[in-house]
């Protein structure tokens, strides 16, 4: 019984969390999914692995306010992206521009892979020639030998 | 022998990246703000609700934006470092008291001295916004033209004041 209650009062608990989560959204879906969209590129720089959607520390709730009224003021996307960019720098997209002080962090994980599979295709030839690599006359008698018993 | 020495200098190589990154500082995002004009706004004053500053009324002169906030753990950390700074009157130091309430923020600097020629009052943080703030406390040297010129997040410590700020805020003023 006690177990019950005390279930029961945990999930009246969750009620209550998503309850609170749900402050100051506009009413606007259309709006709403527009602030979601957007908070999903932009880097809250509180908890830097993070987008801004599945932050909730102080700043990231500010800077989502923040879109929000950029929009509902008729603002664009790109206009809101900017605005930020202006004041947090690129770091502050989670899809970094690839510029020059970027391509390495663009074109590194391609370089890896060209390397690996260099590294790859040069084990297997030296394999296959080492495997391929034809027994001399002796060796076959050799090998004759130890098949007979 | 030759078979260990390709794993050596994939290892010798990772040692080296891990040895950087162990030393990069990750709070520390590089700021579009350097050489850019500091933002505009207006603010009432922490103390004299009545008068405003905005960044404009500082121009001609060098000076210091330091965020803090009495809610803000590492500006306790930080304030000795100022007020040993407004002592030598370096460059006027401005306050910007972000998301805070007047009167704890007032006790606050009661408590730990002010070194600051005022504070301004940014309830709402919007300024903060303005000037990319994301960790407090954060310092902005800004110079008589009004351009930001150096931006330092995290509390300051004696060796950043003295090895940084102070030598830029000659420079600016020989300038």
């Known amino acids: 019984m006690r177990k019950l209650i005390a279930a029961a009062l945990l999930t009246l608990g969750c009620a209550f969390a998503v309850a609170g989560e749900a402050q100051r959204v506009s009413e606007d879906p259309v709006l709403e999914a527009k602030v979601q969209s957007l908070a999903e590129v932009l880097r809250c720089l509180v908890c830097q692995n993070q987008n801004l959607a599945d932050s909730h520390a102080d700043l990231a709730i500010d800077l989502k306010n923040q879109v929000r009224d950029m929009l509902r003021q008729g603002r664009s996307e790109k206009e809101v992206i900017d605005y930020m960019v202006e004041r947090y720098g690129d770091f502050v997209l989670y899809r970094p521009p690839l510029k020059t002080t970027t391509w390495l962090l663009w074109g590194g994980p391609f370089l890896l892979l060209g390397g690996g599979m260099g590294g790859l295709f040069y084990f297997l030839r030296r394999r296959k020639e080492l495997a391929e690599a034809p027994l001399d006359d002796q060796q076959r008698t050799a090998a004759a030998r130890l098949l007979q018993g | ?175």
């Not at chain 2, 350097?34 to 603010?43: D, W």
């Not at chain 2, 040993?84 to 370096?90: D, G, P």
């Not at chain 2, 110079?143 to 010129?149: I, L, M, N, S, T």
């Open chain 2, 1 to 175: 022998m030759r078979r260990f020495l390709l794993p050596l200098i994939v290892f010798v190589v990772l040692v080296g990246f891990l040895a950087v990154g162990l030393r990069l500082n990750p709070r520390e995002v590089p700021s579009p703000f350097i050489g850019k004009p500091a933002p505009a706004f207006t603010l009432s004053q922490l103390h004299q609700a009545d008068a405003q500053f905005s960044p404009q009324d500082m121009r001609g002169q060098v000076w210091l934006l330091n965020v803090w906030a009495s809610w803000c753990v590492s500006c306790r950390q930080e304030h000795p470092v100022l007020v040993e700074l407004s002592r030598h009157k370096v460059a006027p130091i401005i306050g910007l008291d972000y998301k805070d309430d007047r009167d704890p923020a007032k006790a606050w600097l009661a408590e730990h001295g002010d070194p600051y020629r005022f504070s301004i009052w940014d309830r709402d943080g919007k300024v903060g916004i303005d000037y990319g703030v994301y960790g407090v406390p954060e310092t902005f040297v800004i110079d008589k033209a009004g351009v930001v010129r150096m931006k330092h997040v995290g509390p300051l410590t004696q060796t950043v004041v003295s090895q940084k700020i102070i030598p830029l805020v000659k420079e600016l003023n020989g300038a």
